[in-house]
């Protein structure tokens, strides 16, 4: 069983970076996906990263050159950098896993997720 665990999260003003850390566990394949969604509150979960085995990664336009997704293979953790944060990235920030190897971000592939790491840019 792939277990996630998300760390990381804070509050921090506008302008400001916070590091997230994804500690995967328990998977065998060789090919598979890491993404990166976030929730706030009243809004539908929205992909933001993700990284692929093969070392692809992938943002969606919101926070493409804000945000570096990074893995550490020897730690099984991935690494997600947000620099020049906007109160707008403010949710619930989740890690999950697919089997697909694919560099998409569509929620429905992923087969396991974390239990989310709060972030909070003030303004």
């Known amino acids: 069983e792939v277990q996630l665990v998300e760390s990381g999260g804070g509050l921090v003003q506008a302008g400001g970076s916070l590091r997230l850390s994804c500690a995967a566990s328990g998977f065998t394949t060789d090919a598979y996906t890491i993404g990166w969604f976030r929730q706030a509150p009243g809004k539908e979960r929205e992909g933001v990263s993700g990284?692929?085995?093969?070392?692809?990664?992938f943002y969606s336009d919101s926070v493409r050159g804000r945000f570096t997704i990074s893995s550490d293979n020897a730690k099984n953790t991935v690494f997600l950098e947000m620099n020049n944060l906007k109160p707008e990235d403010t949710a619930v920030y989740y890690c999950?896993?697919?089997?697909?190897?694919?560099?998409?971000?569509?929620?429905?592939?992923?087969?396991?997720w974390g239990q989310g790491t709060q972030v909070t840019v003030s303004s």
């Open positions: 990284i692929v085995s093969d070392g692809t990664t």
């Open positions: 999950a896993w697919a089997t697909t190897g694919w560099p998409r971000l569509l929620s429905k592939e992923y087969d396991a």
